[in-house]
């Protein structure tokens, strides 16, 4: 009953910007005690991880590969998680999905996508060299 909606993928050049958003709804998910994350998977590659924030938006993860150039934040009001991408590359291409933890009031941002309970269908991203 937990329903996780990524939009914001687009076809981008390099170097260029993007916001991603996940917005999160159901009767019995209460979005401001769980953290959440941001993974991708890339054609023919397994699903990694992006990026995590906790519940209350004071610890974040980030991959090697996007930190410095990605920003995971959340408003918690709106529901909505989001990722603001930077200087992107095309090795970056991929689907994109937001997912939320399984437990509640985490005070680390976890990376492993097995503590990770409700996911979206995922938004494409591509950038063209």
């Known amino acids: 009953q937990v329903q996780l909606v990524e939009s914001g993928g687009a076809l981008v050049q390099a170097g260029d910007s993007l916001r991603l958003s996940c917005a999160a709804s159901?009767?019995?998910?209460?979005?401001?005690?769980?953290?959440m994350a941001w993974f991708r998977q890339a054609p023919g590659k397994e699903r990694e991880s992006v990026a995590a924030i906790t519940w209350n938006g004071r610890n974040t993860y980030y991959a090697d590969s996007v930190k410095g150039r990605f920003t995971i934040s959340r408003d918690n009001p709106k529901n909505t998680v989001y990722l603001q991408m930077s200087s992107l590359k095309p090795e970056d291409t991929a689907v994109y999905y937001c997912?939320?933890?399984?437990?509640?009031?985490?005070?680390?941002?976890?990376?492993?996508?097995?503590?990770?309970?409700?996911w979206g269908q995922g938004t494409q991203v591509t950038v063209s060299s």
């Open positions: 159901g009767h019995t998910f209460i979005f401001p005690i769980y953290s």
């Open positions: 997912a939320a933890d399984r437990s509640s009031f985490r005070s680390v941002p976890v990376a492993d996508s097995n503590e990770y309970n409700y």
